[in-house]
C-alpha cells in the first residue's frame, strides 16, 4: 500500500537550534517527493522538491532535504531555526510524470514549535 | 501573478444542506486537483480535473461531485452534507506534463 509516514506528530526546538523532520514513504516506484508547509488556518506551501537527479534538495526559507532510496526516506532540515518556523510540516508523494495516475500521499504533518 | 483563489473563505451549514467551494487556478495551470484536511489531518485526494473531465478520484462517496470550467476554473459539490464533512478543502493547481502543486488558501467548511 502507498503511504507516507512522518513519525514525529510534534516537535519542539530553541530558535538557532537545527532541526530534522522525518519522513518515510511507502511506493511502487520512486515517486516524486515534496515537503510542504502550512501556517494555522492557511494552505500549503512547497518548501521543496525531488524529481530525480542530485539527491540533496535545496528549498526556500534555507530548507533543505536529502532523498534516500535505501531507506526510503526524504528527511526534512534546517541548520538554525527562526521563530517563524513555527508552523505545520507535510511530506507528500507523487506519481512520476506518465505513470497514469494523479493522486498525491500526504503524510500527517509534524507540528513545530520554536522556544525563543 | 495571481496564485489559486478560493472562495468562500469560511462557510457553516446544515446537516443535509449542499454546498458548492469555488476555484480559480494559477495562471498558466490547466489542472484542478481538489482535496480533504480533517484537524489535525493531512489533506486526502478528493479529485482532479483536467480538460473538463475527472481524471482520477480518491476515496470519496458520490455525494462529493466537481467540475471545471473552459477557462480552468473548478467547483467542488457536496450534497447531503454530514457532520464528518466539516473540514478545510484545499484546491491545487498545476500544469500537465509538470510535478508539483501550487495551493490555496482553503475553505473552511463547519456543518453542524
Known amino acids: 500500500a502507498q503511504s507516507v509516514t512522518q513519525p514525529d506528530i510534534h516537535i519542539t526546538v530553541s530558535e538557532g537550534a537545527s532541526l530534522e523532520l522525518r519522513c518515510n514513504y511507502s511506493?511502487?516506484?520512486?515517486?516524486?517527493l515534496f515537503w510542504y508547509v502550512q501556517s494555522p488556518g492557511q494552505g500549503l506551501q512547497l518548501l521543496l522538491k525531488y524529481f530525480s537527479g542530485d539527491t540533496l534538495v535545496q528549498g526556500i526559507k534555507g530548507f533543505e532535504a536529502e532523498f534516500k532510496r535505501s531507506q526510503s526516506s526524504f528527511n526534512l532540515r534546517k541548520p538554525s531555526v527562526h521563530w517563524s518556523d513555527a508552523a505545520e510540516y507535510f511530506c507528500a508523494v507523487g506519481p512520476p510524470l506518465a505513470s497514469g495516475t494523479y493522486k498525491y500521499i500526504f503524510g500527517t504533518g509534524t507540528r513545530l514549535k520554536v522556544l525563543a | 501573478d495571481a496564485g489559486v483563489t478560493q472562495s468562500p473563505t469560511h462557510l457553516i451549514k446544515t446537516r443535509g444542506q449542499q454546498v458548492t467551494l469555488r476555484c480559480s487556478p494559477k495562471?498558466?495551470?490547466?489542472?484542478v486537483s481538489w482535496y480533504q484536511q480533517a484537524l489535525g489531518q493531512g489533506p486526502q485526494f478528493i479529485f482532479q480535473?483536467?480538460?473538463?473531465?475527472?481524471?482520477q478520484r480518491g476515496n470519496f462517496p458520490d455525494r462529493f461531485s466537481g467540475h471545471q470550467f473552459p477557462n480552468y476554473s473548478s467547483e467542488l459539490n457536496v450534497n447531503a452534507l454530514l457532520l464528518g464533512d466539516s473540514a478545510l478543502y484545499l484546491c491545487?493547481?498545476?500544469?500537465?506534463?509538470?510535478?508539483?502543486?501550487?495551493f490555496g488558501s482553503g475553505t473552511r467548511l463547519t456543518v453542524v
Open positions: 511506493y511502487g516506484a520512486t515517486p516524486y
Open positions: 491545487a493547481s498545476s500544469l500537465a506534463g509538470e510535478g508539483g502543486y501550487t
Open positions: 480535473y483536467y480538460e473538463e473531465e475527472e481524471r
Open positions: 495562471s498558466g495551470h490547466d489542472t
